[in-house]
T-cell receptor, first 115, second 111 residues
Framework: DGGITQSPKYLFRKEGQNVTLSCEQNLNHDAMYWYRQDPGQGLRLIYYSQIVNDFQKGDIAEGYSVSREKKESFPLTVTSAQKNPTAFYLC??????????????FGQGTRLTVV | DAKTTQPNSMESNEEEPVHLPCNHSTISGTDYIHWYRQLPSQGPEYVIHGLTSNVNNRMASLAIAEDRKSSTLILHRATLRDAAVYYCILRANFGNEKLTFGTGTRLTIIP
């Protein structure tokens, strides 16, 4: 089945450690996105990528890093510089590159807890 | 990015129609209007989108004002499973893939 997969669903880390969240899609989509969601809040854009080997900062990129070496994969690293990393992280993809009307597909999310 | 404004929350009775408003007064001529919804503890899912004309699909209808400065998502017969946060978003610039969500409208369905 085609879709977008995030792993793991739950992740626990100690404060000060970097952690990488996985996002894989087999939809042949060009554009991929990472969002952060805090309890009772909306989605905030961290990073997005329009095409392989390219990515742009979203609205809250500080303390995060990404890579886009393959079309299917867009991993997010939460670094120790992120002051409040505990949150629900969502990855999305869409056909992209000028396709204004196409919808985004979301993964089921990774709930990160830093203790 | 063009901004959207939605009420923070709405309530509706089960089996009645629901009209969820969205204002987007700075919309440009090439912006598509998209609606997504997010069920508890899940990622958002696509509901519907449109450009100028009203649109219908199996989930909902989208009514777009003639001046395109506002739109309304219509759930024709709300069920308890429609309780979710509904997001109205715009695609801002052709060729720019940035996709920004606001805070959405939390819809509560009363049995």
């Amino acid at each position: 089945d085609g879709g977008i997969t995030q792993s793991p669903k739950y992740l626990f880390r100690k404060e000060g450690q970097n952690v990488t969240l996985s996002c894989e899609q087999n939809l042949n989509h060009d554009a991929m996105y990472w969002y952060r969601q805090d309890p009772g809040q909306g989605l905030r854009l961290i990073y997005y990528s329009q095409i392989v080997n390219d990515f742009q900062k979203g609205d809250i990129a500080e303390g995060y890093s990404v890579s886009r070496e393959k079309k299917e994969s867009f991993p997010l690293t939460v670094t120790s510089a992120q002051k409040n990393p505990t949150a629900f992280y969502l990855c999305a993809s869409r056909l992209g590159v000028g396709q204004l009307s196409t919808e985004a597909f979301f993964g089921q999310g990774t709930r990160l807890t830093v203790v | 990015d063009a901004k959207t404004t939605q009420p923070n929350s709405m309530e509706s009775n089960e089996e009645e129609p629901v009209h969820l408003p969205c204002n987007h007064s700075t919309i440009s001529g090439t912006d598509y209007i998209h609606w997504y919804r997010q069920l508890p503890s899940q990622g958002p899912e696509y509901v519907i989108h449109g450009l100028t004309s009203n649109v219908n699909n199996r989930m909902a209808s989208l009514a777009i004002a003639e001046d395109r400065k506002s739109s309304t998502l219509i759930l024709h017969r709300a069920t308890l499973r429609d309780a979710a946060v509904y997001y109205c978003i715009l695609r801002a610039n052709f060729g720019n893939e940035k996709l920004t969500f606001g805070t959405g409208t939390r819809l509560t369905i009363i049995p």
